[in-house]
C-alpha cells in the first residue's frame, strides 16, 4: 500500500508545481515510510511513498516502461497479476520486476484506459503516457483505494489524500455548503464532492483522462448488476459463494510480509480467519475491547473464535482517556468528519496490528453484499405492510403494525405512517437518513440555510438510486448502501490503517464475488429476522454456532456511556463554546437541546457525535488549530 501525489501543467510544469508535489509526499509519507520516489518531467511531477508488500528488493516508483515513455504513480494490489504477467510475458513484454506495480504498466500498453477492466484487486494509480500527452488516473471498482484531484488555472493535481491538496492550496480549503448538508442529511457526501470546496473525489470504477485540453473526462467502467438473476439455488449456491469467498481471501493472503486478521467476534471477520487459518500457519488475529462497557464488548466471541482455530490473538482495550487529543489525530487522518463512532476504536486497534504484521484481513462490505444491517429487515417489514393494505388482507396489516411499533418505537411507526404510501426512493431516504428530513431544517441556522437554498440532498440521492437496474426494494437498499454508505466505511478502513503504516484488504469485496452476490434474489439474502442466509450457511463447520446465530452488534466505541459519563461536560463546552458558538452553521438552542437529550436521557447521542467530529473537523482544516502532524 502506497501513497501517490502529483501536478499535470499542460503548458508546463514550474518550481511552484515541483515544490508542491514534494511538499504532498511529505504529507501523506505515513502511508509509505519505506521508500519515496519522484519523476519530474516537461508537462507533470510525480511523486510517490512506498509501503513495501511484494517483491520488497524492487518495485521503487514512479516507474516506466522500457524506453521511459509511460510513467506509473500506483497505489494498491493487484491480486491476479501473476496470471496477468504471465500473459503479457507471452506477448513478448518484458519485465524488469516481480511487482503488481509493472504489470500495470504492460497492459497500458496492450490495453489503453480499457487495462482497468482485466484488473482483479483494489488501486488508485496516475499513469503519464508522454508519447500521447495524456494522463489517466483510475480507481478500483470498489473505491477501496483513494483518489483526490483537483483541477483550476490549467493543472490537473490529485493525491491519495484530500489532505494532501488542501494544505498545500489553502484557497482549496473552504468547506463545501452542499457537503455540509450532505454530512447531516445522510452522513455520507454524495456525487464525488468532498467536505472541501476545491477537491473532487475520483468516483469508484471510474477513470480519468486528461490530454491538456479541455476538461478532464470521467468514464464508469463498471457496474454491478441487480436486475439479472442466478438460476443457482440451494446448495449449489452457497457452493458458489463459498468457493469464490475461499478463492478471495486465499488470494488476499499474498505477501512477501506477515498477513494477520481482524476478529471482532462477529460471523464476518469469524468466517474470513477460519478460511485464512488453512492457509498460514500461526495466523494472527486482533481485537479490541472497551473499558467497562461489557454490552458492546465481543471479546468473548473474539476469544472463541481464535481458540476454534488456534490463532495468536492480541487485544487492545479502548476507553475514554484523552478523547478529543485522540480525535483530533484520527480526523485529521480522516480528512472528513464522520458518522461511526467506530472509527474511534479502529484507530487503536490497527495500532496494536502494527506491532506484529503489516498485512491484515478484514470482513468489510459483507453487510451490503449479504443483507447484514437491521434496516433492510425494517425495509422487508415495511414492504409486507404496503403488501397487506394493497391485498386488503387488514389482519395481517395490524399485526404488522403492532411488529413494526413493538421493533422500533411509537416514533418509528409514526415515521412509518407517513411514508407509507411514499415511493421506494423516498422510504428508503428516510430509513437511511441521519437527521431525519422533518427535523433536519431546524438544525442549521437561518444564515447557513439560505445559503444552501438552491441544493437538496434528496434529488442527488434519488438520481444516484434510480441507476439500480432492479425495481425490488431490498436490491435497491443493497444498491444505495454500496454505492453510498459503502464508501464512508473503506475510508476509514483505508485512513486508519495507514495512519499505521499498515496494508488492509477487504476479500468480500472481490468484484466477482460482488458480482455474483449482487444476482441473489434479495429473499435469499433476509428473510423475516434471519439475516445473511447464504453467508451462515457458509460459514457452518468453519465458525462456532454460537457466533453464527448471535445477534449482529456492529463495532462501535460506547459513545452513550461516554458522553453520558466523563465526557458529558467536555463535550457541551467543545460544541456550545469557543470556536464552534462563531460558526454561524447551526441553531445553537437546536444543538442545545442535542446534547441535553444525549446527556440526560440518553437519546441523539450518535447525532452528537456528528456534530463533535464536524466540529473537530472545522478546527483542524479551517481553523488550523493543533498540532503539524504533517511536519
Not at 449482529?552 to 463554546?577: C, H, M, N, Y
Amino acid at each position: 500500500m502506497c501513497g501517490i501525489a502529483g501536478v499535470v501543467r499542460a503548458g508546463g510544469i514550474n518550481e511552484t508545481d515541483i515544490a508542491r508535489a514534494q511538499k504532498m509526499a511529505k504529507i501523506i509519507r505515513h502511508r509509505g515510510p519505506d521508500d519515496e520516489g519522484i519523476r519530474q518531467a516537461e508537462n507533470y511531477v510525480f511523486v510517490h511513498r512506498r509501503l513495501s508488500i511484494i517483491d520488497l528488493a524492487h518495485g521503487h516508483q514512479p516507474m516506466s516502461n522500457e524506453d521511459g515513455s509511460i510513467w506509473l504513480a500506483y497505489n494498491g494490489e493487484i491480486y491476479n497479476f501473476r496470471e496477468l504477467r504471465e500473459r503479457l510475458l507471452a506477448a513478448g513484454h518484458v519485465f524488469q520486476t516481480h511487482c503488481d506495480t509493472e504489470v500495470i504498466i504492460h497492459l497500458y500498453e496492450e490495453e489503453g484506459s480499457a487495462c482497468v477492466e482485466k484488473l482483479n484487486g483494489m488501486f488508485a494509480f496516475a499513469l503519464y503516457d508522454e508519447n500521447k500527452k495524456r494522463l489517466l488516473l483510475a480507481r478500483d471498482r470498489i473505491g477501496i483505494k483513494p483518489l483526490y484531484y483537483s483541477f483550476a488555472d490549467g493543472a490537473l493535481r490529485f493525491a491519495s489524500e484530500a489532505k494532501a491538496l488542501v494544505q498545500t492550496a489553502p484557497r482549496l480549503s473552504s468547506p463545501d455548503p452542499q457537503s455540509i448538508l450532505d454530512f447531516f442529511a445522510l452522513s455520507v457526501i454524495q456525487e464525488g464532492r468532498t467536505a472541501f470546496s476545491g477537491v473532487s473525489e475520483l468516483l469508484p470504477a471510474h477513470t480519468l483522462v486528461w490530454e491538456g485540453s479541455g476538461k478532464p473526462q470521467a468514464t464508469r467502467y463498471w457496474r454491478p448488476s441487480y436486475e439479472v438473476k442466478t438460476r443457482l439455488a440451494g446448495i449449489e449456491l452457497t457452493d458458489a459463494v463459498s468457493d469464490l469467498l475461499t478463492d478471495a481471501i486465499k488470494s488476499h493472503l499474498v505477501s512477501d510480509v506477515p498477513v494477520g486478521t481482524y476478529l471482532s467476534g462477529g460471523l464476518d471477520s469469524s468466517l474470513v480467519s477460519s478460511i485464512a487459518d488453512e492457509y498460514i500457519s500461526g495466523l494472527n488475529t486482533f481485537s479490541a475491547g472497551f473499558v467497562g462497557e461489557e454490552a458492546v464488548d465481543e471479546r468473548t466471541y473474539a476469544r472463541e473464535m481464535a481458540a476454534s482455530i488456534g490463532s495468536n490473538h492480541h487485544e487492545i482495550e479502548v476507553g475514554p482517556s484523552d478523547f478529543l487529543t485522540n480525535l483530533r489525530r484520527i480526523i485529521w487522518h480522516m480528512d472528513e468528519p464522520t458518522l461511526s463512532p467506530g472509527v474511534y476504536p479502529y484507530y487503536f486497534l490497527c495500532g496494536l496490528v502494527a506491532t506484529s504484521v503489516k498485512v491484515v484481513l478484514g470482513g468489510q462490505g459483507s453487510d451490503e453484499l449479504f443483507g447484514g444491517y437491521p434496516r433492510y429487515r425494517m425495509g422487508l417489514l415495511e414492504r409486507n405492510l404496503a403488501g397487506s393494505l394493497r391485498r386488503g388482507r387488514l389482519l395481517h396489516l395490524a399485526n404488522g403494525l403492532m411488529e413494526y411499533k413493538k421493533r422500533y418505537g411509537s416514533g418509528g411507526l409514526k415515521n412509518e405512517l407517513r411514508r407509507f404510501n411514499a415511493s421506494d426512493s423516498r422510504r428508503i431516504y428516510e430509513i437511511v437518513s441521519g437527521f431525519h428530513p422533518r427535523r433536519l431544517p431546524g438544525l442549521f441556522s437561518e444564515e447557513f440555510k439560505r445559503e444552501v437554498s438552491g441544493y437538496d440532498p434528496m434529488i442527488s440521492f434519488f438520481r444516484s438510486l434510480d441507476e439500480c437496474d432492479s425495481k425490488d426494494l431490498i436490491d435497491r437498499m443493497l444498491f444505495n448502501d454500496f454505492h453510498n454508505m459503502l464508501p464512508s466505511i473503506l475510508r476509514t478502513e483505508d485512513r486508519m490503517s495507514m495512519a499505521h503504516s499498515i496494508e488492509s484488504r477487504v476479500p468480500f469485496l472481490d468484484h466477482r464475488l460482488v458480482e455474483l452476490t449482487a444476482s441473489i434474489s434479495s429473499r435469499e439474502k433476509v428473510s423475516g429476522d434471519d439475516p445473511k442466509l447464504i453467508l451462515k450457511s457458509v460459514a457452518r463447520g468453519k465458525v462456532p454456532d454460537s457466533i453464527i446465530d448471535r445477534r449482529k452488534q456492529g463495532f462501535s466505541a460506547p459513545i452513550d456511556s461516554w458522553f453520558t459519563g466523563a465526557l458529558g461536560g467536555e463535550v457541551r463546552t467543545f460544541l456550545l463554546d469557543g470556536p464552534a458558538a462563531g460558526r454561524g452553521y447551526f441553531n445553537r438552542g437546536a444543538v442545545d437541546g442535542l446534547i441535553t437529550n444525549a446527556l440526560e436521557k440518553r437519546k441523539d447521542i450518535w447525532r452528537v457525535w456528528s456534530l463533535v467530529t464536524f466540529e473537530m473537523w472545522c478546527r483542524i482544516f479551517i481553523d488550523g488549530e493543533g498540532p503539524d502532524y504533517s511536519a
